[in-house]
């Protein structure tokens, strides 16, 4: 056995170990299915399928112009995961020639004697080869046994804890990639072309290790191609078809494919876009503008053209819609104001209602806002408010306040994409975003101020006072400031050691998490969308009075400073009810608000007593 012949053994049992992989998390989506009778007419099943075969697949190259490349058999794997086979062929012709299998062509139906065996859907990268596996038709037909769910969504595990605004782990959106662009030779699900328009270079640039992750290949486009085009293109097998996410103002649109057209029904990709289920995306024709060849990825580059109908499902061995009828989608509004201007610019677009990929397009279509006033990587300072629209729940309203440099375009649009993703992948319940609105206020250059430091009037003072607070800030390039205040010690506060906290929001978030972190962990949908209620601006300073005497969560309500005598009677009075204790209890609490970001904190211990002068 030669180098070249193990390096294949290595690749085919790598790419084996990813589809059990796959298989996993797909989970037991084609249990108690019961698959339709197959025509053995029209299609080839795998049992009749030998290396050495020849057939041809179809695609669209250019234009709207369904062209056919050649296919030759290598072999059959059998059983790579739960009733699942791969064709693994050889292809050349066309643009393939130079450019290698093409982001773009997955679900590209394959015909051996004029019968189809199934759809171009995997690869490898950096193969010096155009090898590619191709999906079984029959095992792509089976997704036609899913019926279309209400909900459209798979069952969700959500997160058993949720973050407050500082927690860095929370700012992005999950990914669990189907496909990447590692350099490791693995075969992995084709790429999948996705046409921006409307966006900067930056933003897609940014976002593209994101994207990435999900097995999409960013590219920036135009707009929809014009007249004839829109009404002559083809939505039949081998024809281009776009998966819409974004639509209006800003666009986006992935590009595939079309396998089987079977009346009103289509089939297409031959491998999960998302994985996500039962799923309500547009679905639409597609113009290919060009083939961009590349050693990496290469991939068709185009746009959507004319709505046909909805894409219904999203599971392992491809996607499926309907033709005819509309999606749902989450309007947005967008304004963006340069600070000293009177008029600013306003976006109006829809975005699908996707679990996963919302929170990413919205966060993107915020941070390409940044480079609308201004460059993307010089200095910025911004103030961001948004509104989440909810069905049957209270609407979120938070803002977000930043000041930086260098990728701040993108570190602006995390508190939005934080919290949706926070909503809609909760473990409750089905959470619909009716509509969200965004208003941007940027100015180019840095304002920020870090506290340095804090003064009382004393140190010692008692229930019922109040006191003067001094608090000392470095501003960005600038000279000192003091910031002074008063605060009222509550009569019926505890005598004792105490502490004064001084922090940015932030930073209070992320304290708050450590003193009751019970807090955060809502049992139901309710407590959740409370706490992502919950704002923690960077414009703002906090400053808030706290003992070490413990207190309790009970149904997220937090009782503070109790006596330990009183811990017994509550928690029998409670049952089984879950309780929290929290490592300390905040008796005071009080927020100043700047024009400009806040960093920094600082503690300075206080002593209460009745008897203090």
């Known amino acids: 056995m030669n180098r070249r012949h193990i390096s294949f053994l290595i690749q085919t049992i790598s790419f084996l170990i990813m589809l059990l992989f796959m298989d996993a998390i797909a989970g037991a989506e084609e249990t108690g299915m019961s698959a339709a009778p197959i025509d053995t007419r029209k299609y080839m099943l795998v049992d009749e399928i030998r290396p050495g075969m020849k057939g041809y697949g179809l695609t669209v ?4 112009t369904i062209e056919r490349f050649n296919v030759e058999v290598i072999s059959v794997i059998r059983n790579t995961g739960a009733q699942s086979n791969l064709i693994l062929v050889r292809v050349s012709g066309g643009p393939i020639e130079k450019a290698g299998v093409i982001a773009g062509m997955s679900g590209s139906p394959v015909y051996i004697d004029d019968r189809m065996i199934g759809a171009l859907a995997y690869s490898w990268a950096f193969s010096t080869e155009p090898l590619a596996g191709i999906t079984p038709i029959d095992e792509m037909l089976r997704i036609f046994s899913f019926e279309k769910k209400n909900d459209a969504r798979k069952t969700v595990a959500g997160p058993a804890e949720v973050g407050s605004k500082g927690w860095a782990h929370e700012a992005g959106v999950a990914v669990a990639s189907p496909a990447s662009t590692s350099e490791s030779a693995v075969m992995q699900p084709i790429m999948t072309p996705m046409v921006f328009s ?21 590219v920036l486009g135009g707009s929809s191609a014009q007249g004839g085009q829109v009404e002559d293109a083809p939505f039949e097998e081998g024809a281009g078809i776009g998966v819409q996410l974004i639509s209006g103002d800003l666009s986006a649109a992935a590009i595939g494919t079309l396998t089987v057209r079977d009346g009103d029904r289509i089939l297409a990709f031959g491998h999960p876009f998302m ?24 991939t068709k580059v185009g746009s959507s053209l004319k709505s046909v109908g909805v894409l219904t499902q999203d599971r392992r061995t491809g996607i499926m819609g309907i033709v005819d009828g509309s999606a749902r989608m989450a309007p947005v509004t967008l304004s963006t104001l340069q600070r000293g201007e009177e008029t600013g610019r306003t976006f109006h677009f829809e975005v699908a209602r996707s679990r996963q990929l919302l929170p990413l397009m919205v966060g993107m279509a915020l941070s390409d806002s940044f480079t609308q006033v201004g460059s993307a990587t010089g200095e910025f300072t911004a103030k961001v408010h948004y509104e989440i629209e909810m069905e049957k729940f209270p609407t979120i309203r938070n803002d977000d306040f930043f000041s930086g440099a260098g990728g701040f375009p993108v570190l602006s649009s995390l508190g939005l994409v934080r919290d949706l993703s ?21 100015l180019e250059a840095i304002e920020s101020a870090r506290v340095t430091s804090a003064r009382l009037g004393k140190d010692t003072v008692r229930p019922g006072e109040d006191i003067a607070l001094k608090v000392i800030m470095k501003p960005y390039m600038k000279d000192y400031v003091e910031k002074e205040t008063v605060l009222h010690i509550p009569e019926h506060f505890p005598e004792g050691q105490a502490f004064l906290q001084i922090s940015a929001a932030p930073q209070t978030a992320f304290f708050e998490r450590m003193r009751a972190p019970t807090r955060f962990q809502p049992d139901e949908i309710e407590k959740l969308v ?8 960077g414009n703002r ?9 413990p207190g309790i969560v009970v149904k997220g309500r937090e009782m ?28 005071l609490e009080k927020h100043i608000t700047f024009d400009f970001e806040v960093e920094g904190s600082i503690i300075i211990p206080v002593t209460i007593d009745r008897k203090a002068k």
Do not use: C, H
């Open 61 to 64: 190259f250019s234009g709207t």
């Open 198 to 218: 409307g966006f900067s270079r930056e933003t897609i640039e940014s976002f593209r290790p994101q994207l990435q992750g999900w097995g999409i290949v960013p």
């Open 275 to 298: 994985l996500s289920g039962p799923v309500d995306y547009p679905m639409t024709t597609a113009y290919i503008n060009a083939i961009l060849p590349s050693l990496v990825v290469s």
């Open 422 to 442: 926070t909503l809609l992948n909760n473990q409750f319940t089905e959470l619909s975003v009716k509509a969200i609105s965004i208003q941007v206020e940027v």
């Open 530 to 537: 409370q706490l992502v209620d919950e704002d923690y601006p």
């Open 541 to 549: 300073l906090d400053i808030r009075l706290l003992v070490t005497d």
């Open 560 to 587: 503070p400073a109790l006596p330990s005598s009183v811990f017994s009677v509550i928690s029998q009075t409670m049952g089984k009810e879950p309780m929290g204790i929290t490592m300390s209890s905040v008796m």
